[in-house]
């Protein structure tokens, strides 16, 4: 499955990583390119 997630802070890269582990494929956004 794809999931597009809003946000950059800790809790989108935990949920990232864990979903990451059980084969999604996951994209991290922000309103800040840097």
């Known amino acids: ?3 597009g997630v809003l946000g950059t ?3 989108a ?3 990232a990583g ?3 582990t059980v ?3 996951i994209v991290l956004g922000s ?3 840097a």
């Open 1 to 3: 499955m794809k999931i």
């Open 13 to 15: 890269h935990a949920l």
């Open 23 to 25: 084969g999604h494929q």
């Open 31 to 33: 309103r800040d390119p």
């Open 9 to 11: 802070g800790r809790a």
């Open 18 to 20: 864990k979903w990451t």
